[in-house]
């Protein structure tokens, strides 16, 4: 029947340009023929091709398919999608930024459509006597113990974005409009450029593992030439950046034909090679090392803060850094929990959506840890990843933080459409890309002012919400003030849905949910190494502690047996174990005078005492494993048909630094 419609259809269809052409004359006719050609040649080539089986078995029309398949994502933004429906970000929270950046009305008219008894939906709780806003807004002071020129910051600012990922103009534009509005701009980890520069804005410089813009020619840190631009008037503080909340424990990769000489001479690498940024640094490999880096970095600048940014991973890693802080005596002034939410110019699709801890989850986990070991009062948190209202700044403050941090937001100001087109080098508003054409469409001095309104006027929203929550000063918040649906008939807040430690408890007394954590945490290695129990029993064998044959008596008998204990005998124990001793201590740990066997289980669980560290040694490599730099021997592809077998060397942004 399908094909019937179709033949008719076409013969139809044929018919009426016979009709027109006749009509019209000599030349349609030739337009015609022409047009036949390029249709009979593109069906030859359709029929030949071997790569794509829909174009094989319906040459030509099979490319309808891929023209709908392009524009399928605004079909679905501008058609199909309800307002709060778009990912990441809802056609809501954009017109708020669209409207706001241009100084337009933002209010909504007919209440919420959100479903206010969806489980896990929040909201905060507003007072019976709101009081006035205040009129100065407030900022957060950044410094601890050893900075001898702290910095005062905005409860928004700009996150970290490289010259590279975005254009020139997009650039300039954020920074004018940072220098307007007086909040940092932080530069990305794709180094400290001209475009940064000039315009009045204060800037974070962020340093990231392949230490652009203050590197060797190998790619080490190079602290003299890190030294000249950190001791700039306009850097006001460092970060170093830990990982992505997009892709955490995945460096990046700029493809070479991105690498222009602009872009070559800020992070000082060669022209048109694809510039690498390791999975990890290789200034410091540890949390000591890493404390002591930023003892390094914090004199190297003359006394400016310097901060720490990453995503949320092990917990484990979080406490083995407040240990090395405590034991080194020197302390990050700040800290930026980075959400997995986060977003990204290119991340693959499995570490966008399944690996790091999201930003609720992080953030709150670093706030307890720094609570729990005595260490809030001097370091100063910052959450990033997805902030772009003013309730969102409130939460995230209500959560942990202290300032917030926004990327994608920032660029919906500087008039990004959400065309996910950032790492194909075609974003077609000129933000993302390197091409001169699409970016001469991003006029800077109307976006500059547009990034400060959006700024401005979020920030104002959030210090109105929080006077309507009977607040003067963000310090007044609490974890009562914002409430969660956990079913369809009750609500809770923060306070009660969540264990939140108290001051130096970790360092007395460490709850059972965090104790086999910070038990394991060692200020001189990353990651979890106590050996799980079950993976470590020498020779397997059966067990023997019943001399019964149990398949041949029934359960009642069998529980009766066991309830007299006729039925078992002690354990055997392997030779060589700590149990061969004989020890009343063995499966303890000396150190801490508690059971030391058992399941590790996550927060907010029941957890058993963990195993010790192994003496603190991490697991030890197979030797069959990839060298440090991931380095292996490459294996020609072969050529099948149109599509090439791709090579089995790993992600160049995978590797670790050297």
């Not at 700024?455 to 009977?470: C, D, F, H, N, P």
Request: aromatic share 6%.
């Amino acid at each position: 029947m399908n094909n019937r419609l179709l033949i008719i259809g076409g013969l139809t269809t044929l018919v009426l340009i016979l009709v027109i052409a006749y009509l019209v004359g000599f030349w349609a006719w030739i337009f015609l023929c022409l047009v036949a050609l390029l249709l009979v040649g593109l069906a030859i080539w359709d029929l030949t091709q071997k790569r794509h089986a829909i174009l094989r078995n319906f040459p030509v029309i099979g490319h309808m398919r891929y023209l709908l398949e392009s524009i399928r994502p605004e079909i679905q933004q501008y058609f199909i999608e309800r307002n709060f429906d778009g990912k990441p970000f809802d056609r809501d929270t954009r017109s708020i930024v669209y409207s706001r950046s241009k100084g337009a009305d933002d209010h909504k008219a007919f209440g919420t459509e959100r479903d206010t008894g969806r489980i896990g939906y929040e909201f905060l709780l507003h007072s019976t006597a709101p009081v006035a806003p205040p009129e100065k807004i407030p900022t957060v002071r950044i410094g601890g113990p050893d900075c001898r020129q702290p910095y005062d910051l905005s409860l928004m600012n700009i996150s970290s974005m490289s010259f590279g990922s975005l254009s020139k103009n997009a650039v300039v534009a954020m920074n004018k409009g940072a220098g307007l509005g007086g909040f940092i701009h932080e530069t990305g980890e794709g180094g400290l450029t001209k475009y940064h520069r000039g315009n009045g804005a204060d800037l974070f410089w962020e340093i990231g593992s392949g230490y652009f813009g203050c590197r060797t020619e190998d790619g080490r840190f190079n602290p003299v030439s890190f030294a000249e631009k950190a001791t700039l008037p306009e850097v006001k503080g460092i970060t170093i950046k830990l990982s992505q909340g997009a892709k955490p424990g995945l460096g990046g990769v700029l493809p070479g034909p991105k690498v222009t000489p602009e872009i070559a001479e800020a992070r000082e690498v060669p022209v048109g090679v694809d510039c690498i940024s390791p999975a990890s640094h290789s200034a410091f490999t540890t949390p000591r090392e890493m404390v002591r880096f930023i003892g390094r970095l914090r004199e190297l600048s003359d006394g400016k803060p310097v901060g720490i940014k990453f995503c949320v991973g092990s917990r484990t890693d979080v406490l083995a850094m407040c240990k090395a802080i405590w034991e080194e005596r020197t302390a990050p002034d700040y800290i930026i929990v980075d959400g997995s939410e986060g977003g990204t110019g290119a991340a693959p699709l499995e570490y966008s959506d399944h690996v790091g801890t999201p930003l609720t989850e992080g953030l709150m986990l670093v706030h307890n840890a720094l609570v729990g070991t005595g260490l809030r009062h001097m370091i100063k948190l910052g959450a990033a990843g997805k902030v772009a209202t003013g309730s969102d700044i409130v939460k995230r403050l209500i959560q942990g933080a202290d300032f917030t941090m926004s990327a994608r937001a920032m660029m919906m100001a500087t008039g990004c459409i959400q065309a996910q087109k950032c790492h194909t080098n075609h974003c077609p508003v000129g933000v993302a890309t390197q091409d001169p054409r699409l970016t001469r469409a991003l006029d800077v001095e109307d976006k500059s002012k547009r990034v400060h309104n959006y700024q401005k006027l979020t920030v104002r929203e959030a210090v109105q919400i929080m006077a309507s929550m009977g607040l003067n000063h963000p310090s007044q918040l609490n974890t009562r003030m914002l409430r969660r649906r956990v079913d369809h008939l009750n609500t809770r807040s923060y306070a009660s849905i969540y264990h939140w430690l108290r001051e130096d408890e970790l360092l007395n007394e460490p709850p059972r949910g965090w104790a086999a954590d910070w038990r394991e945490a060692d200020a001189d290695h990353f990651g979890e190494h106590a050996p799980v129990g079950y993976l470590t029993e020498p020779d397997p064998q059966w067990r023997d502690e019943l001399e019964v044959q149990t398949s041949a008596m029934s359960l009642g008998d069998l529980r009766s047996s066991l309830r007299s204990g006729e039925a078992q005998r002690p354990v055997p124990t392997p030779a060589g174990s700590a149990g061969a001793t004989g020890s009343a201590s063995a499966g303890r740990d000396p150190g801490s005078g508690t059971d030391s066997a058992g399941d590790r289980r996550g927060e907010g669980q029941s957890e058993g005492e963990g195993e010790p560290r192994s003496e603190g040694r991490p697991p030890e490599r197979n030797a069959e494993e990839k060298d440090l730099d991931g380095a292996r021997p490459r294996r020609s592809g072969s050529d099948t048909g149109s599509t090439p077998v791709v090579s089995n060397e790993p992600r160049p942004e995978g590797r670790l630094g050297s």
